[in-house]
């Protein structure tokens, strides 16, 4: 009687937690899966130890706050192909642990800057096949521990250099498949995408969809000459790229106690100059303006303090040695000058003493003429 008892007791809370009927659940691995279910909303009763959720291929249309409050220790979310268009900034709350989200090919448009936030362990972010305009600038410091990014196939037509910068453990990078307008708004890119791909990371191609006159064209391949044209004076450049130089040394120096990142115009050359690149329609003022200069190329701060320390370190041994030579000279000198000195004194010796013997053997005979 005691058994049945308390068998009823918990059967109550057996039942909550049981897998949804709309899914099938490993209760070894861990593992819900819900794909292709027809699905418009999360499921709910699903196991708080559940590690791997899969709900792509559904028609869930949007995530409310909390969505995943019962499942607090998922690592895997994948909501790729499925109808969202919002998400509440707080949809992710409680998820500390988690370590890969697919939101790809849905209909979102934005992000929320506060969707990320107590995440720490994410290392795989896909939100390709979507309507993007951008990322905030701020959910860089959400991403940090990111390895893999998707942003392919979106509406981006620029990214915040102070986001990408956050991303100090980056392996990989899509952006192909976006509307990339390629003026003076993209420079910090371009910067960007160098230094990535000479350390070691993988990106795919991004192509110019404006202007017109770089449709097509490979950013990465895109000369600075190109970009010459809308800038008032060189200054703007060259400042934007040893910012760009310096704030990798911060982040290389590992100091992120108050190393706060400057706000995207003073990145970037003013939207105003953007606009007049390639002499195209309204805006052009800018433009007008510009004088042919010299070719710009880019500027590395380390080069340059390490080319003034070569310079001062040749310069320093030149001049030792020239200091050397003529201490050399002065002592080499003077020795031969003593030794010209003995050499003229020994002579003139030597000339008295050959007088002084010629003076005896002339006397000699005469004394015996004497004698």
């Not at 390709?128 to 990014?149: E, F, K």
């Not at 990214?159 to 991303?167: F, H, I, P």
């Not at 100091?255 to 706000?263: D, I, L, Q, V």
């Not at 080319?307 to 041994?317: A, F, P, Q, W």
Request: aromatic share 4%; charged share 20%.
């Amino acid at each position: 009687m005691r058994v049945i008892l308390v068998c009823a007791l918990l059967s109550p809370l057996s039942l909550s937690h049981a897998c949804p009927k709309e899914c099938s659940c490993n209760s070894n691995t861990k593992v819900v899966d819900c794909r292709g279910r027809g699905l418009y909303d999360i499921p709910r009763r699903l196991h708080p130890d559940t590690q791997e959720l899969y709900l792509q291929d559904n028609r869930i249309r949007g995530l409310g706050s909390m969505a995943f409050r019962e499942i607090p220790l998922v690592r895997i979310l994948d909501l790729s192909n499925n109808s969202i268009t919002s998400i509440s900034p707080t949809a992710l709350l409680g998820l500390r642990t988690l370590q890969r989200l697919s939101l790809a090919h849905n209909s979102l448009r934005e992000l929320d800057k506060r969707l990320l936030g107590p995440i720490r362990s994410l290392s795989h972010l896909d939100v390709s096949h979507n309507s993007l305009w951008g990322l905030p600038s701020a959910m860089g410091d959400s991403l940090r521990n990111l390895s893999h990014l998707g942003l392919a196939h979106n509406r981006l037509t620029r990214l915040d250099r102070s986001l990408l910068e956050a991303l100090t453990r980056l392996e990989s990078l899509t952006l192909q498949g976006n509307v990339w307008r390629c003026d003076c708004q993209l420079i910090g890119l371009k910067l960007w995408l160098e230094t990535y791909l000479f350390k070691g990371g993988v990106v795919d191609e991004v192509l110019c969809s404006q202007p017109e006159e770089m449709k097509d064209r490979d950013l990465q391949k895109v000369p600075y000459q190109l970009f010459h044209a809308c800038m008032t004076t060189s200054y703007h450049y060259l400042f934007a790229n040893i910012h760009h130089l310096e704030s990798e040394r911060l982040l290389r120096g590992h100091t992120h106690g108050n190393h706060a990142h400057p706000s995207s115009h003073a990145l970037h050359v003013p939207m105003a100059i953007g606009e007049g690149f390639g002499g195209g329609g309204g805006g052009g003022g800018g433009a007008t303006e510009c004088e042919p200069k010299q070719k710009h190329r880019p500027v590395n701060l380390r080069h340059a303090i390490a080319t003034v320390i070569i310079t001062g370190v040749v310069c320093g041994i030149v001049c030792l040695m020239m200091l050397a030579a003529a201490v050399y000279g002065c002592a080499y000198a003077a020795i031969m000058a003593k030794y010209q000195r003995e050499l003229k004194k020994n002579e003139e010796l030597a000339a008295a003493q050959a007088a002084d013997h010629a003076t005896a053997d002339e006397k000699e005979p005469l004394e015996n003429a004497i004698a």
